[in-house]
């Protein structure tokens, strides 16, 4: 590969410092690959070519100057348009923030420029990340690299398709109930849901607030790792954010499988899931056992009811979290003859069809007289799933499972029915209940040349054992194949 | 006709004054420009987040502990939903079914009597930005346009609401006062009424007398005074009671009082009343007070309101000149402890500073505090009139004169002419005059009728222009008169 947009943060960081590439090149290369791709695609929402040559030229001239601020100096980012930046629209794909320009970063934001990376821009997303396809965007869907007939999953589908595709080396995503992991498995790269409260959710737009959490899409487990290492780490500005020292992600990375215990949930195992995702995740197992691992599977029962409960958690969070888009301040305004009107008429107008089911559903879910059998019930089956699970990581080091019951889907098979489009969601869901974390490993191809991922969890801030295992999966699948819209002989200009 | 009792419950808001708001970094002050001590979490932008200001959980903690209330070892912030243009997020961040706070209770004095008012709960939430309504009648219906300020918004705010054990619209008064004069002695508010720092809202109800259920009860707001909580509970009693006198009911709803009208409005029904929607805040944790956190705040509370009469009880100080001395004007009280610490004479002084000085600053529209008037001289005119310098009623007016800023009280005494007569050769000579021109009263009382015996007093007075002592005076006359 001699494109620097196909090189890992690893690889280009060892150019970079090698002096065979700069920043300015790997930047180039990768809004070149943007300029292929954005027509094809629509991964990103704003493509800040302006401000990236101008920080790509910043961080060469401070790793000249011998000011090296680590693995992600000099390295093009995206970030999923839910994450404030500064001067920079900000809109969570809705139409009720077109036009808004934060006044302030994200964490998240200050940390990577930190770092010294560079922001290629602002990548597209199911509006304010309710989805599962990216296709529920007020700006249009974004397509799956691999065929653009596909969704990319979602709600991350932009950051999932701009770092399969190359338009940026890496990229953030906000994973909710799976929104990293499912687009990462359906385009074929790692994704990674970090432990509730290890990154700041400091200026991410919340969607569900005890659910959310930001993680990396990457091309290597590895640079996961890297990834997450910079932007881990308690923030004062974030009351959820655990406090302590944050270790080192790649610390056991290379230490194998051999002798660790290795859980496969028998829930996610079954009819449910897609024959031919069974088989290849199935081998996985296999492989990982032949590896010294001693695989076993684990029944979590609850799980079942996973979907259930996020499905009334996750609306009762967002009704709320979404009352102060309301015109008054800031983002659309339509017109009312009285406040309480036009507070209804920018709603009615601001939000997409699939973001006013969902604040219905939890307005209602957390009304008097239903809160307790609704709301209150949620509560009390989350509270049972993290029971279960934290029983079965009595007895496994990790757990696992398909990341995706199937391949990449068809752009419109289920825009029509909300509840098939929520089924995508159900391998996914249940850590995001607990707040364990989780990661995305592509292994292989279906019939159809579609990725396939296979999820690897571990128990609270277990990342170290997480990307341990991952990384033995990684190099188990070799997954080398590349999506053809990352080719420069299938694109054309 | 049936004897009608009301029932009253008060809650009560209170703005902490800490250095910053109650989940940003943003100053609490006021009076600034609009819309300039605010920030993305103030705003409520997208992607903000609110962190706990542990100063604000000191504050509703010395309240909470100066109310007798137990503290909850884990209370939670929740979520209270609803619309409204001030309310940046269209969420409110309080405490719902576990207050840090709770069962404390709060002992208020009317007419002599004491009642205990029970506290439920105190909790901790933040306060709303500020709306104008401009044109129409200042309400957001009818308003041509509104501005909205920010300023206050994310202000820590403390709800203090009692149990429904409040009887009487003074009882209501008293009970505002007392909970003022306590937060006030915390210094963890300046708790202004006018300036919205402290705002009550009163539920009222009546019933038979004597019955055991409560009746619909009505919500009083917009109360800014003391004076006008008092005046609302009252108005609002009567209202009820002549509604149902007059075969009406009683409709639960919240009710707008007034000041100018001295009456109370329906604002809204119950059935137009809003479904909050508690949910527990998932952006924050569970507020912990430890054992030792909790011992700390009850070690550091000053002298609270009741203790402070009582010890001024303790020096001689009557129980109604005691409950002035530690009324809401700081500095009569500020000047009775000076005077105290510098030795005075407790009884003497606390009457003089409730009574003179109060009807003084009263009549001449000047505060206690823009006077001259310092304990030193409290205690020296106490002194004078320890050892017969000046008579008691001279020394009323010494203190006027030094109120006045006419000098210390000797100066005052001295140019006032109003020095006791010490020499009691004239003393007995005014009386041996005074007797002489008065035979007809004198042959009264040596007769058996002791009537003129206090003119006999009164003209001795005035020939000494108020300088002889009348113990004295009264003394010669009964001596040379046999009265």
């Known amino acids: 590969m001699s494109d620097p947009a196909d090189l890992t943060i690893a690889a280009a960081g060892a150019k970079l410092r090698s002096g065979e590439l700069s920043s300015v090149d790997l930047t180039e290369a990768v809004l070149e690959r943007a300029r292929m791709s954005e027509s094809h695609l629509h991964a990103y929402l704003t493509l800040d070519q302006t401000g990236a040559r101008e920080k790509a030229t910043a961080a060469d001239a401070a790793l000249a100057a011998g000011d090296d601020r680590g693995p992600l100096h000099g390295i093009p980012i995206a970030l999923k348009d839910n994450m404030c930046t500064k001067g920079i629209e900000t809109t969570a794909s809705s139409q009720i923030l077109a036009g808004w320009i934060p006044p302030y970063d994200a964490t998240v934001v200050s940390r990577l420029q930190a770092a010294g990376s560079v922001l290629v821009g602002k990548t597209n997303l199911d509006e304010f990340a309710m989805g599962s396809s990216t296709e529920n965007s007020a700006y249009g869907a974004t397509r799956n690299p691999w065929n653009t007939d596909t969704v990319p999953g979602g709600s991350s589908g932009g950051s999932a398709a701009a770092v399969a595709t190359g338009s940026a080396l890496a990229a953030l995503g906000s994973d909710t109930g799976g929104s990293i992991r499912q687009p990462a498995a359906l385009c074929g790269v790692v994704g990674v849901k970090p432990t509730y409260g290890l990154v700041s959710r400091y200026g991410l737009i919340a969607f569900a607030s005890s659910l959310d959490q930001i ?29 302590g020292e944050i270790p080192n992600f790649r610390g056991s990375l290379h230490h194998g499988v051999a002798g660790l215990k290795i859980g496969v949930i028998k829930e996610l195992s079954g009819p449910e899931i897609d024959p031919e995702v069974r088989t290849s995740v199935s081998k996985m197992h296999d492989a990982l056992a032949d590896a010294g691992a001693e695989v076993t599977e684990v029944s979590l029962p609850s799980c079942e009811y996973g ?6 958690i996750a609306p009762a969070e967002c009704s709320a979290n979404l009352a102060r888009f309301d015109g008054v301040r800031f983002g659309l305004r339509s017109e009312g003859a009285t406040t309480e009107e036009m507070m209804a008429a920018t709603r009615a107008e601001g939000f997409g069809p699939e973001v006013i089911r969902r604040i219905l559903l939890g307005t209602y879910a957390l009304s008097a007289g239903y809160y307790d059998a609704f709301y209150g019930q949620a509560q009390r ?14 007895g496994v080091d990790v757990l696992v499972a398909p990341t995706s019951p199937t391949t990449a889907f068809e752009i419109g098979a289920k825009t029509d029915d909300p509840i098939a489009m929520y089924y995508a969601d159900v391998c996914t869901i249940p850590i995001n209940l607990t707040g364990d974390p989780g990661a995305s490993i592509p292994i292989g191809l279906d019939s159809a040349d579609l990725p396939i991922g296979y999820q690897v969890m571990a128990p609270s801030l277990g990342e170290e054992r997480m990307f341990q295992v991952a990384q033995a999966v990684e190099d188990i699948a070799n997954f080398t194949a590349r999506a053809p819209l990352a080719t420069s002989e299938v694109v054309s200009p | 006709m049936t004897d009608y009792e009301a029932v009253i419950g008060i809650e009560t808001h209170v703005e902490l004054m800490t250095d910053s708001k109650m989940f940003c970094g943003c100053p609490v002050k006021f009076g600034e420009p609009p819309n300039t001590t605010t920030c993305p979490v103030c705003l409520g932008l997208p992607g903000a987040l609110p962190v706990p200001n542990s100063e604000a959980i000191e504050g509703i903690l010395q309240i909470g502990t100066a109310l007798g209330c137990q503290v909850a070892d884990t209370s939670f912030f929740h979520r209270k939903n609803y ?6 997020k269209n969420y409110q ?4 079914d576990v207050p840090i706070c709770h069962d404390g209770e709060i002992q208020v004095e009317v007419d002599g009597e004491d009642t205990k008012i029970g506290i439920t709960r105190v909790h901790m939430e933040e306060d709303t930005g500020k709306s104008i309504h401009v044109g129409g009648g200042g309400r957001i219906h009818d308003a041509e346009y509104s501005l909205l300020d920010f300023n206050r918004s994310g202000v820590p705010l403390v709800e203090i609401v009692t149990e429904p054990d409040i009887r009487s619209a003074e009882q209501a008064r008293a009970y505002g006062a007392e909970l003022q004069r306590i937060v006030r002695t915390l210094g963890v508010s300046d708790a202004r009424l006018e300036e919205g720092s402290m705002r009550f809202d009163a539920n009222v109800s009546i019933r038979p007398a004597g019955a055991a259920e409560l009746g619909t009860r009505a919500e009083v707001k917009n109360v800014n005074s003391l004076r006008s909580l008092q005046r609302a509970v009252a108005f609002e009693i009567h209202r009820q009671i002549e509604l149902v006198e007059s075969g009406g009911v009683v409709v639960q709803e919240t009710r707008h009082w007034n000041e100018d009208s001295g009456k109370t409005t329906s604002m809204r029904s119950k059935e137009e009343s809003e479904d909050y929607r508690y949910f527990q805040e998932p952006d924050l944790v569970p507020i912990e007070v430890s054992a030792a956190w909790r011992d700390a705040v009850r070690e550091a509370l000053p002298e609270l309101p009741a203790a402070r009469r009582a010890r001024y009880q303790g020096l001689g100080v009557d129980a109604r000149v005691a409950a002035v001395l530690v009324g809401s004007e700081d500095a009569i009280g500020d000047l009775f402890e000076g005077a105290m610490n510098a030795g005075g004479d407790g009884r003497l002084i606390g009457n003089w500073l409730s009574g003179e000085a109060v009807a003084w600053s009263r009549a001449e529209e000047v505060a206690i505090g823009d006077t001259p008037l310092v304990p030193a001289h409290l205690v020296e005119l106490a002194e004078m009139v320890g050892d017969s310098t000046l008579s008691a009623s001279a020394a009323k007016q010494v203190l006027a004169g030094v109120l006045a800023g006419e000098g210390t009280p000797g100066e005052v005494a001295e140019s006032r002419d109003l020095i006791q007569i010490s020499d009691s050769s004239v003393i007995e000579a005014e009386v041996d005059a005074v007797l002489a021109g008065h035979a007809d009263a004198v042959a009264s009382i040596q007769a058996g009728d002791n009537k003129p015996f206090g003119f006999l007093v009164g003209q001795v007075m005035r020939a000494t222009g108020g300088k002889a002592d009348p113990k004295q005076v009264s003394d010669l006359i009964r001596a040379k008169t046999g009265g």
């Not at chain 1, 979907?307 to 009334?312: G, K, V």
């Open chain 2, 83 to 88: 619309f409204y243009p001030d309310l940046p």
């Open chain 2, 93 to 96: 961040i309080s405490q719902y």
């Open chain 1, 215 to 243: 993680g990396p899409f990457t091309r290597s487990v590895e640079d996961s790792a890297v990834l997450l290492e910079a932007i881990a780490g308690h923030d004062i500005h974030d009351a959820t954010s655990i406090r």
């Open chain 1, 381 to 394: 089956v989350r509270t049972l799933i993290r029971q279960q699970f934290a029983a079965a990581y009595e």
């Open chain 1, 307 to 312: 979907l259930s409960a996020y499905y009334l």
